[in-house]
């Protein structure tokens, strides 16, 4: 059997058969015996992979802003969703009574 990957490479798989010839052969090899499922257990990586979790994760929100505002912030690159939420914090510590809820 054989499988095409997306760049066009054609790639052999074994048969059932040539599976098992080769691990029949691999079981009489001591130099080239196959893992036990607890050594595979120990080959597991320890270190985790990717960043570290947030002690305070920021939450997904939807808003609907301007166009030209929302423009603004990413014309200036990578960082524009940072920048916007230092421009929210500054406002919001400058204007504690904006963020009161008033009634209507």
Request: net charge positive.
């Amino acid at each position: 059997m054989s499988l095409t990957t997306k760049r066009g490479r054609v790639v052999e798989m074994p048969t059932a058969a040539d599976d098992a010839d080769i691990t029949a052969a691999a079981m009489v090899d001591p130099d080239n015996a196959p893992l036990s499922d607890a050594e595979w257990q120990r080959l597991r990586p320890t270190v985790k992979r990717g960043r570290p979790r947030a002690a305070n994760p920021a939450t997904p929100v939807s808003i609907r802003l301007p166009q030209e505002l929302l423009a603004r912030y990413k014309a200036g690159g990578a960082g524009w969703q940072t920048r916007m939420v230092a421009a929210l914090e500054s406002f919001a510590s400058e204007h504690p009574e904006a963020l009161a809820s008033k009634k209507r």
